[in-house]
C-alpha cells in the first residue's frame, strides 16, 4: 500500500496528539514535575513535528510536480492474485489468534497452510502433504522437543 | 490418518467428531485416575530468576510424585499481573497449577488488577523471605542503629534507597521500616530499579546508600566483601544467617515482612484434586534434594499447609493495604 | 596448588567424553534455535536450564556456553538468505548480509561472519580470563547517570546508520521508543498505553515483533511477488568453497576485528548491556571510521566485520561481572548465575580462590566451543543452503508456520501472535513508503533502558540535570553524545546552506 508522504505526515500528527492525550492522563510522581508522562510527551511532540515536516516536503515537492493519488496500492497487489496471496497469509495468522484455543494447532495450522498452498498454486496433493507434514514438524519441533505450551484442542485425547 | 490423504467431506467430519470425543473422555474421568494427562505449571516470572529456579525444582519433585510430565510455562511482564490472571483464568481442572507471589496481595491495591489472592486455590506455601537493610562496604554506618539514628536525624531526601519498582515488595520494606522509625515514607527517597541486580550494581557504583532485598539477593556482594548486611527485617534470624540480628534486637526498629512463593490453582479446584497436590507439596517440603537447593540459592524455607497458606494470604493482604496506603501508592 | 596443577585439572574436567558430548549436542541445539527467526540465544539457554538440573556443573555449564554462542552465529544465517535475522544481534547488519548474498556472495557473506565470529568470540574469553576482576572493577562504577548515557550513544547510533532519508529514519526511531513505552512503566508502575488490554502490560515483546518486522513482511511481500505476473530472479546459489575470498577480507580488515571485538567485549562486561547493542554500535562505529561510508547497507562487508565480531566477543563480556561479582551482563548470564548458585559455584571473587579448577574448566570450555563454532557452522550454513534450492511457493508457508510458532513461544500465548501480526503490517506499509525499519528495532532494544536510567538519575539528583556530568565517566560519555548531535547538526545545517547556495 502506497500512502503519500504528506497522509503518513497527517496520521503521524494525529498519533502524537493521541500521545499527548493519553499522556496527559497518567498520573503525577510524587509531586514531581517529571513522571510517566514525560518520555510519551517528548515522543508526541517527535511525532507531531516530524509529520509536519513530512507534510511540508510533499507539499514543496507536489508544487514542482504533480503529485499522484494519496492513497494507492502497489501494482502487484492489483494484478494476478497478489491479493488473494496476501489474504491467506493474514488469513493463517487471524486464524491461530482466534481459532487456535478451541480446535488446536495442528487442525488450524493444517488447513490454514493447505488454503494458502493451494493459492500459491501447487497440486493439490502436493499441497495437502505439505501442509499435514509441515505442522507436524512445527508441533514435533515446538511443542514437543521445545515444551512450548502449543494448544491442543480437539486433539488432546490423542496427542 | 486416511481423512488427511483423502479429504472428503464427510470422512473430515467424521474424523474431527472421533477426535473431540476422544478428547473429552479424559476431561469427564479426572476425579478417579488424577493426574492422567501432563500438567502445566505457570510462572509470573522470568526464566533464570528465583521464582523460575523455585517453581522448576517443585515442579521436577511433583512429576516423580504425580507420575506425569509438569511443563513449567513462564507467562512474565506486568509485574506479575499477566501470569497472575493466566493462572486464575485457567480451568479449574487441576491440569494448571501455578506459582502465586507475595504480588498477589499488592497489585490489586494498586489498581493494576481485580484479582486477588481469593481467585486462587490454595495448596502448599513453600518458601518466604524477609528483606535484609544492606550498606556497601565502605559505607560510615557499621550498624543498624547508627544507621536509624543518621536517618533519623537527617533531612528527608538525604538518603536514597533501592531494590525494586515503585510499590515493589522492596519499596514496602523501607516504607514499614520508616513508618517504625516513625518517619514519613518519603523521608528515603526510593529509586525505582528493574529487579535487584542493578540496585546492588548502583549501591556499590556509589549513587545510592540502601538496599532493601533478601539475603539471598546481596550474597554474591556480602560475600565479595563489597556490601554489608545489617539487619533483617524478620520476626526471627535467617537459619542461613545466624550472626545476622532482627531489627527489632538491633535497635533499629519494630518491623517484619517477608515475601513469599506458593503453589495454587484456579478458584474452585475439586477437593480430591487439590488433596493429591497438596498432599505430595507436604512431602517435597521436607525432601533433603528441595531444601538443599533452596538453601544454595540462600531462600528461606517456610511451608504452609493449604489451610494456613489461606489464612497467611489473608493476613498479608491487610498488611499490604495500611502500608501501600502510608506510601500513597492505593489507587481508587 | 600450583597454577599448573589447577590447570591440569581443569584440563581433566573438560576432557570428559561426557563433557565433550554435551558440549557438542548443545551446540548444534545452539545452532538450530539461533538459526530459526526469532528464537534467540537467550531463549535457549533457557531451554537448557530444566536439563541442567540433573547435570554436574562442568557439563552444564559447556551446555549453556555452547548453545548460546552458536546461537549467536546462527542469527546471521537467515538474515543472509531470507533477510529475516535469527536473533535480535544479526539485525544490525542484515541488510548488508543480504544483498551480499543477492549478488552471489552469499559464501563470503557467511564465511565471514563465522571465522570473525570465532575470531571475536575468542577475544571476549582471552579478555575474560586475563582481565575479569579489572573490567568488572570498570563496569562496577557505572551509575545510572553513565548507563543513561550508554543508551543515549547507542540511540545516536541511528544517526550513523540513517540511511537515504535521515527525516524516516528518525520518524522510525521515534516509532520504536513509543513501542518500548508501552506496558507498566518500569518507574511509577502506572500503565500505559494499554487501552484497558492486561496482555498489553507486558508491553511490546520484542522478539514477536521482530518476527512482524522482518519475517512476516517478508512472508507477505514474498508471496505477493510471486504470484505477480513478472516474479524477481531467484537468488544465485553461491557454489563454491565457504571461506574462499574471507582471508582476504579478514586481511584487510584487521582494525575493524578488532575494534568490534573490543567494543563487544567492553559493552558485553556492562551489565544490562548485552550483544544486540553491540552488535549496532560496532556497526555505527564502522560507519562512522569507513572510508567508503556510502556503501553500507547495500551489500558491504566491512560492517559485517565489526558487528559479527562484536556480537559473538559480547557472549565472552556478559560472563565478567557475572563472574566476579553475580550481576548479570546480559539475559543469558542472568540464567547462567542461577545455574551457577544451583551447582554451588556461588560467584564472586571467592569462586576464583575456592573453585579454581572449576572456573578454569569454564574457560577452556569457552575456547574449546568457539573454535567448534568453525565445523559446526560450516555445516549448519552447508545443510542450510539446500533452503535455495526449496522454490518459494513452499518455502515460504514453512518460513510463515515457524514465525507463528516462534511468535506464540516468546509469551506462551496468543499474545504473541497478535504483536507478530500488528507490527509486521505497520512494517510492511513503512518499507513500502520508504521508512526504514531498522531504526524501530534500536528504538525497541534501548528505549526501556533509556527512559529507565533517567527517570532513576532525576529522581536521585531531585532534578537537577548537573548531576548528569558530576562523574567522570559519565561526563565522558555525555560529552561524546553532545557532540556527535552537534556535529550532525552542524553537518545537516552546512549542506542545507550549500544546496541553497547551488539552487
Known amino acids: 500500500m502506497k500512502i503519500t508522504d504528506a497522509v503518513s505526515g497527517a496520521l503521524l500528527i494525529a498519533l502524537g496528539l493521541f500521545m499527548f492525550w493519553q499522556a496527559s492522563l497518567f498520573p503525577s510522581f510524587g509531586g514531581q514535575p517529571y513522571g510517566a508522562a514525560l518520555l510519551p510527551s517528548i515522543l508526541a511532540g517527535g511525532f507531531i513535528l516530524g509529520g509536519g515536516l513530512l507534510i511540508l516536503r510533499d507539499v514543496m515537492a507536489r508544487r514542482q510536480a504533480a503529485g499522484g493519488p494519496l492513497v494507492s496500492l502497489v501494482p502487484e497487489l492489483r494484478q494476478g492474485t497478489g491479493m488473494a496471496a496476501l489474504l491467506a497469509v493474514l488469513g493463517n495468522v487471524l486464524a491461530q489468534i482466534w481459532l487456535a484455543q478451541p480446535l488446536g494447532f495442528i487442525p488450524v495450522s493444517v488447513a490454514g497452510l493447505l488454503v494458502l498452498f493451494l493459492v500459491l498454486r501447487l497440486r493439490p496433493w502436493v499441497a495437502a502433504a505439505l501442509a499435514v507434514g509441515t505442522s507436524m514438524v512445527c508441533w514435533w519441533l515446538f511443542a514437543g522437543l521445545l515444551r512450548v505450551p502449543l494448544p491442543r484442542g480437539i486433539l488432546d485425547g490423542v496427542l | 490418518m486416511t481423512n488427511f490423504t483423502k479429504p472428503t467431506r464427510r470422512g473430515l467430519l467424521q474424523g474431527a467428531a472421533a477426535l473431540s470425543a476422544l478428547g473429552m473422555m479424559p476431561g469427564a474421568a479426572w476425579a478417579a485416575d488424577y493426574p492422567s494427562r501432563p500438567l502445566t505449571m505457570l510462572v509470573p516470572w522470568g526464566a533464570g530468576g528465583g521464582t523460575d529456579a523455585t517453581a522448576r525444582m517443585i515442579a521436577a519433585l511433583l512429576e516423580r510424585k504425580l507420575g506425569q510430565p509438569i511443563n513449567v510455562v513462564n507467562r512474565t511482564g506486568g509485574a506479575g499481573v499477566i501470569g497472575h490472571s493466566a493462572i486464575a483464568t485457567a480451568q479449574p481442572d487441576g491440569y494448571t497449577l501455578g506459582i502465586v507471589t507475595v504480588e498477589i496481595t499488592m497489585m490489586h491495591h494498586m489498581g493494576l488488577t481485580e484479582l486477588t489472592h481469593a481467585d486462587y486455590t490454595p495448596l502448599g506455601l513453600m518458601n518466604a523471605d524477609s528483606p535484609a537493610v544492606t550498606v556497601s562496604a565502605d559505607s560510615e554506618y557499621k550498624d543498624i542503629a547508627s544507621l536509624s539514628e543518621a536517618i533519623r536525624a537527617s533531612e528527608p531526601g538525604t538518603f536514597k534507597a533501592s531494590g525494586t519498582s515503585q510499590g515493589g515488595i522492596w519499596h514496602l520494606a523501607l516504607v514499614g521500616w520508616l513508618q517504625a522509625l516513625g518517619l514519613e515514607p518519603g523521608h528515603v527517597v526510593w529509586v525505582p530499579s528493574e529487579g535487584s541486580a542493578p540496585a546492588m550494581q548502583d549501591l556499590i557504583a556509589g549513587g545510592i546508600d540502601i538496599v532493601t532485598v533478601s539475603l539471598g539477593e546481596t550474597k554474591a556482594m556480602v560475600d565479595a566483601g563489597r556490601a554489608v548486611n545489617l539487619a533483617l527485617m524478620g520476626t526471627e534470624r535467617a537459619a542461613s544467617h545466624p550472626d545476622l540480628p532482627t531489627l527489632s534486637e538491633a535497635g533499629g526498629g519494630e518491623f517484619a515482612l517477608a515475601t513469599w512463593r506458593g503453589v495454587a490453582g484456579p478458584k474452585d479446584l475439586p477437593q480430591d484434586v487439590a488433596d493429591v497436590v497438596s498432599a505430595a507439596l507436604a512431602e517435597i517440603a521436607v525432601e533433603p534434594e528441595f531444601t538443599e537447593f533452596m538453601n544454595s540459592r540462600g531462600f528461606g524455607i517456610t511451608y504452609l499447609d493449604p489451610a494456613a497458606h489461606a489464612a497467611m494470604m489473608a493476613d498479608a493482604d491487610g498488611l499490604m493495604a495500611t502500608t501501600m496506603a502510608a506510601a500513597g501508592l492505593v489507587q481508587g | ?503
Not at chain 3, 98 to 122: D, F, M, P, Q, Y
Not at chain 3, 431 to 452: D, H, K, S
Not at chain 3, 464 to 484: S, Y
Request: proline share 6%; charged share 10%; with cysteine.
Open chain 3, 1 to 503: 596448588m600450583g597454577f599448573g596443577d589447577i590447570l591440569l585439572q581443569a584440563l581433566l574436567l573438560v576432557l570428559d567424553p561426557q563433557v565433550l558430548l554435551t558440549a557438542l549436542l548443545a551446540g548444534m541445539f545452539g545452532m538450530f534455535v539461533g538459526a530459526m527467526p526469532g528464537l534467540t540465544a537467550t531463549m535457549a539457554t533457557a531451554l537448557l536450564v530444566p536439563m541442567t538440573f540433573f547435570m554436574d556443573p562442568i557439563p552444564a555449564l559447556a551446555a549453556i556456553v555452547s548453545a548460546s554462542s552458536m546461537a549467536i552465529f546462527a542469527g546471521d544465517i537467515p538474515g543472509a538468505l531470507l533477510r529475516i535475522p535469527g536473533t535480535p544481534a544479526s539485525a544490525a547488519y542484515v541488510e548488508d548480509s543480504h544483498r551480499l548474498a543477492l549478488k552471489g556472495k552469499l559464501n563470503l557473506a557467511l564465511g565471514t561472519n563465522l571465522l570473525v565470529s570465532c575470531i571475536g568470540g575468542l577475544f571476549g574469553v582471552g579478555v575474560l580470563i586475563a582481565a575479569a576482576p579489572l573490567l568488572a572493577e570498570f563496569a562496577l562504577r557505572f551509575t545510572s547517570y553513565e548507563y543513561f548515557w550508554l543508551a543515549a550513544l547507542g540511540l545516536s547510533c541511528a544517526i550513523f546508520i540513517a540511511s537515504a532519508d535521515p527525516l524516516k529514519a528518525g520518524i522510525a526511531l521515534l516509532i520504536g521508543l513509543a513501542m518500548a513505552t508501552v506496558g507498566l512503566d518500569p518507574t511509577t508502575g502506572v500503565p500505559r498505553f494499554t487501552l484497558g488490554h492486561v496482555d498489553l502490560m507486558a508491553g511490546v515483546e520484542f522478539i514477536p515483533a521482530m518476527i512482524g518486522l522482518f519475517a512476516l513482511a517478508e512472508v507477505m511481500r514474498g508471496v505477493i511477488r510471486l504470484n505477480h505476473n513478472a516474479p524477481p530472479p531467484p537468488m544465485p546459489a553461491g557454489e563454491g568453497a565457504l571461506f574462499k575470498g574471507v582471508g582476504g577480507v579478514i586481511r584487510r580488515h584487521p582494525k575493524n576485528i578488532v575494534r568490534g571485538s573490543l567494543m563487544g567485549t567492553l559493552i558485553g562486561a556492562l551489565p544490562g548491556a548485552g550483544a544486540d547493542i553491540a552488535a549496532w554500535m560496532a556497526y555505527a562505529v564502522s560507519k562512522r571510521f569507513s572510508k567508503t561510508p556510502e556503501k553500507y547497507g547495500k551489500g558491504h562487508v566491512e560492517g559485517l566485520v565489526d558487528a559479527s565480531a562484536a556480537n559473538n566477543a559480547a557472549v565472552g563480556g556478559a560472563w565478567i561481572p557475572a563472574l566476579v561479582f553475580g550481576i548479570p551482563g546480559d539475559s543469558v548470564t542472568a540464567i547462567v548465575i542461577g545455574v551457577l548458585y544451583m551447582k554451588g559455584m556461588n560467584p564472586g571473587p571467592t569462586v576464583f580462590i575456592q573453585n579454581p579448577q572449576l572456573i578454569y574448566a569454564v574457560f577452556m570450555i569457552f575456547i574449546l566451543t568457539t573454535l567448534m563454532m568453525v565445523p559446526l557452522g560450516w555445516a549448519a550454513v552447508k545443510a542450510s543452503r539446500q533452503v535455495l534450492r526449496v522454490p518459494s511457493r513452499v518455502l515460504l508457508p514453512i518460513v510463515l508456520s515457524f514465525c507463528i510458532v516462534g511468535a506464540f513461544a516468546m509469551t506462551n500465548s496468543v499474545f504473541g501472535i497478535v504483536i507478530m501480526l500488528a507490527i509486521g503490517l505497520l512494517g510492511w506499509v513503512l518499507e513500502e513508503n520508504g521508512f526504514p525499519v531498522a531504526p524501530i528495532i534500536l528504538g525497541l532494544v534501548l528505549g526501556g533502558m533509556f527512559e529507565r536510567m533517567f527517570m532513576t538519575s532525576m529522581i536521585k539528583s531531585a532534578g537537577d540535570l548537573t548531576a548528569f556530568f558530576e562523574r567522570p565517566i559519565a561526563a565522558v560519555l555525555g560529552v561524546c553524545v553532545l557532540l556527535i548531535w552537534g556535529m550532525a547538526l552542524f553537518g545537516a545545517v552546512r549542506r542545507m546552506a550549500r544546496g541553497r547556495a547551488a539552487a
